[in-house]
């Protein structure tokens, strides 16, 4: 595609429910990264990707998250019973390479509400 | 990995050159020096990057002294659609060599007619 899809843009969810949320990375990038932005707050780095491969998982904020990727290409992050200070906007973005000075492309995120 | 500190707040009247400092005491050789812009309700956007010197686009310029331990991010006539949150990013390797993209808090840019 042109750009960083994600979908959905909005998601409300009850405590304790599991939500997915999908990121579509420009075609042909292998790096995929994940960050959550809670509100008035800066990027906090989750997780990346160097294929399908997500070699360090420790920025994940707690057990509840996981991640994958498959083909190299669509993302997914599971939150599962999902808790209030889980609430925020999750953005993915997607670079060419890994390589140093490459530029990323974000997404426009997923705005999470649990309620 | 490498750490950056930025003003939290900024503001500029319209037309006016913006000139924010980042500071990266512990850039490292294979680091590049990167500057996003994000406006409310959207993901960052790339402006800038650098790795020494000075880059010039035609949104800004990048001005990174010798010692690469800080950079300026300098906008010419800002107007008020300039009025957004700017970070500065190193490029920073993780203890597996692999690249991640490491945000700070970001500087808030205000723009006042």
């Known amino acids: 595609g042109a750009g960083v899809s994600q979908s959905p843009s909005n998601k409300v969810t009850e405590k304790g429910k599991d939500v997915e949320l999908r990121c579509d990375p420009i075609?042909?990038?292998?790096?995929l990264y994940w960050y959550r932005q809670s509100l008035g707050q800066g990027l906090e780095f989750l997780i990346y990707?160097?294929?399908?491969?997500?070699?360090?998982k420790s920025g994940l904020p707690s057990d509840r998250f996981s991640a994958e990727r498959t083909g190299g290409s669509v993302s997914t992050l599971t939150i599962q019973r999902t808790q209030q200070e889980d609430s925020a906007v999750y953005l993915c973005?997607?670079?060419?390479?890994?390589?140093?000075?490459?530029?990323?492309?974000f997404g426009q995120g997923t705005r999470l509400t649990v309620v | 990995l490498a750490k950056t500190t930025q003003p939290i707040s900024m503001d500029s009247y319209e037309g006016q050159e913006v000139n924010i400092t980042c500071s990266h005491n512990?850039?490292?050789?294979?680091?590049?020096i990167t500057w996003y812009q994000q406006f409310p309700s959207q993901g960052p956007r790339f402006i800038i990057q650098?790795?020494?010197t000075k880059v010039t686009n035609e949104v800004a310029s990048l001005f990174i002294p010798a010692d690469r331990k800080s950079s300026t991010l300098s906008l010419p006539r800002v107007s008020l659609s300039d009025t957004a949150v700017y970070y500065c990013?190193?490029?920073?390797?993780?203890?597996?060599?692999?690249?991640?993209?490491?945000f700070g808090k970001g500087t808030k840019l205000s723009v006042i007619p």
């Open positions: 973005a997607s670079s060419l390479t890994m390589a140093p000075g490459t530029e990323a492309f």
């Open positions: 075609s042909g990038h292998t790096a």
């Open positions: 990707f160097q294929g399908n491969s997500a070699p360090d």
């Open positions: 512990n850039i490292a050789t294979n680091d590049y």
């Open positions: 650098g790795y020494k």
């Open positions: 990013l190193v490029g920073a390797y993780s203890g597996a060599g692999s690249y991640q993209l490491t």
